[in-house]
């Protein structure tokens, strides 16, 4: 799986590249990627994002970001990329995927027949009752 990673890695970081230059030099690879175990959880000094390039990035989706919107969404995007990269690093072969965290076996109650209204308790307090059923205004101009 090492060496697959190591790829998928190292191709992503070219789409990275296509998009900003600088992209690819400043991030690393995920440790899962090289193989190597490391320290868990281990923070990057410097942002995973800086300014200009989340200015590159609205240019490039033609978003007009006021300068205040640039340093908002800097922190956002660094704080979720950080994230991510924790992610990366702590994710292991050993853990398997899963959709919830608990363990969830049919948490739906059984399907169990109860008495319920009769048709005439049910249409007791509508305006307008035809043919058993709750009469309602015609719509979009439709024909009967």
Do not use: C
């Not at 979720?80 to 969830?104: C, F, K, R, S, Y």
């Amino acid at each position: 799986m090492g060496v697959e990673a190591t790829a998928e890695w190292r191709r992503r970081s070219h789409i990275l590249e296509d998009i900003h230059p600088s992209a690819s030099t400043r991030l690393r690879a995920p440790m899962w990627a090289v193989g190597e175990k490391g320290p868990a959880m281990s923070p990057e000094p410097e942002s995973a994002i800086s300014r200009d390039e989340v200015a590159h990035l609205a240019r490039l989706s033609r978003l007009a970001l006021t300068d205040a919107e640039l340093d908002q969404y800097a922190g956002q995007l660094n704080s979720i990329l950080t994230h991510v990269a924790q992610v990366a690093e702590v994710a292991a072969d050993d853990v398997p995927p899963t959709a919830h965290p608990a363990d969830l076996q049919n948490v739906l109650r059984p399907d169990v027949v109860v008495p319920s209204l009769t048709p005439e308790q049910a249409l007791s307090g509508a305006p307008a009752v035809e043919q058993d059923r709750f009469a309602v205004p015609q719509i979009l101009g439709e024909e009967q």
